[in-house]
């Protein structure tokens, strides 16, 4: 990214919050509400991953405490006698902050912070957490701060904790809701808020137009997406050598990558690797992130890596699913990729029997990366149509670009011209509009 297309804002530490302290990890209790329909097994799930997040922030779990409830407690969230519970265990344990794995509203985060004396979180709060951690480009880091201001902005306040939060770094110190200025500080945020969604918009007409560029480019654009630590980023690498982090830590990648990737019939295709999914990823985060997410709602095609590894990954499949509805992409082809089938080859297999269509691969071995670049790419051919074309032989650099974007079916010799039948996907029948006579009427 050039810097005239950048925000020229650099991120607000002072208004979107402090970094992490890494000196000092904090103890944290997580709390989880189980309600009817919340199986036992699926409330320990959650809570193991929000253990992992929390990790990934750079806090410890100490301690776990779950409530079953016929409803959340309007003021508390969990019963008034399990938050003295809660406040107990906090001091036996010398716990400085409470995570609930359910979304807190403002209102009952404050209260929370009120009786407890000490930070109260939420699942959002961990999450935007890492992602603030792990933004790089001005763009990136940009989402980051909307997404962080317009969290905090509804939990601004005047009271009794603004000593509390201000004293403290660290997770939770950032999204405290003590307050001293409390006027002034809300003006600036939505100030800043303003800014940066006219700065982020700008970004976005830009990539528009990048993307006309591309399609005259003929070029089919896949995004791989996937649950967070799937394999993504290590797919990208392994196909295209890239060099994108590849790490063992959750939203390792927030910024999109792209490739280009020769398929084995030599059609180039760009690959893009970006930010991934978690079940119940705040929707504040997806709207912030719209125009990193673009890509994938854009995509001719998506390749979605699932972690066979991973103790749900039917689960994963149905979060990712439910992002992509969120995003406007559920429309786009999806081609399953069933990853680390060297970790989990049982429950690779198994995850297969379900999904016929998938491919089984290691992204980390390369085992069955073959399949996987030839199932993309008979995907993508599947896709085009087949147009009648008539290209004069002094044009053989026309004729030239149809054999490496698309697929000749047939070809009949005329006194001044090949008469010839191809199959082209929607860009490059768009470039190449001039020499088409028409639709052959099958795919
Ligand atoms: N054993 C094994 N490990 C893998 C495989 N693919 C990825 N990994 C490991 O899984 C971890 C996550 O991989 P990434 O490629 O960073 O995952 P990602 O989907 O990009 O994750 P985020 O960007 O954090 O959402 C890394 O430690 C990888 O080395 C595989 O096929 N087998
Ligand atoms: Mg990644």
Not at 39 to 49: F, G, H, K
Not at 120 to 126: F, P, S
Not at 150 to 159: I, V
Not at 195 to 200: A, G, I
Request: net charge negative; proline share 3%.
């Amino acid at each position: 990214m050039t810097d005239s297309q950048s925000p020229n804002t650099p991120y607000n530490e002072a208004l979107a919050g402090t970094l992490i302290d890494r000196t000092i990890r904090e103890k944290i209790v997580l709390v989880a509400v189980a309600l009817p329909g919340d199986t036992d097994e699926a409330v320990e799930a959650s809570l193991d991953e929000l253990a992992l997040l929390v990790d990934t922030a750079g806090a410890d779990e100490v301690a776990r405490l779950v409530q079953r409830r016929d409803a959340p407690d309007h003021t508390w969230y969990i019963g008034k006698g399990k938050v003295e519970e809660l406040k107990e265990l906090c001091l036996a344990l010398d716990a400085d902050t409470v995570v609930f794995d359910n979304e807190l509203a403002p209102a009952q985060q404050f209260k929370l912070e009120k009786l407890l004396g000490r930070t109260a979180l939420d699942r959002t709060a961990v999450i935007l957490d890492i992602f603030g951690q792990n933004a790089h480009t001005m763009e990136g880091k940009a989402q980051v701060e909307l997404a962080l201001l317009r969290y905090r902005l509804p939990r601004l306040r005047r009271g009794a904790n603004a000593k509390m939060s201000q004293q403290r770094g660290g997770v939770g110190g950032r999204f405290g809701s003590g307050e001293t200025k409390l006027e002034t500080d809300r003006r600036k945020i939505m100030r800043r808020i303003t800014k940066l969604e006219r700065e982020l918009a700008s970004l976005s007409e830009t990539r528009a137009l990048q993307r006309q560029g591309r399609q005259r480019s003929g070029l089919a654009s896949v995004a791989i997406v996937g649950y967070t630590n799937a394999g993504k980023s290590t797919l990208l690498n392994r196909l295209t050598d890239s060099g994108v982090l590849s790490e063992d830590r959750l939203f390792a990648t927030l910024d999109p990558t792209t490739r280009r990737l020769a398929l084995p019939g030599g059609e180039p295709v760009l690959l893009t690797d970006t930010v991934g999914f978690i079940s119940r990823l705040p929707h504040g985060l997806v709207e912030s992130f719209k125009g990193t997410l673009e890509v994938a709602a854009l995509a001719d095609y998506l390749v979605h890596v699932v972690d066979a590894s991973s103790p749900d990954p039917q689960g994963q499949i149905d979060a990712v699913h439910e992002v992509l509805r969120e995003i406007e992409a559920a429309e786009v082809p999806e081609l399953l990729v069933i990853n680390k089938a060297d970790l989990a080859p049982v429950a690779a297999k198994e995850l297969q029997v379900e999904y016929s269509d998938a491919v089984v691969v290691s992204a980390a071995t390369g085992d069955g990366l073959d399949e996987f670049l030839r199932a993309i790419g008979d995907r993508l051919r599947a896709l085009a149509v087949v147009y009648d074309m008539v290209i004069p032989y002094d044009r053989g650099d026309v004729m030239a670009s149809v054999h490496r974007e698309g697929e000749v079916v047939s070809t009949t010799d005329d006194d001044a011209a090949w008469v010839i039948r191809a199959r082209l996907s929607d860009a490059s029948a768009g470039r190449l509009a001039d020499f088409i006579t028409s639709d052959a009427g099958i795919s």
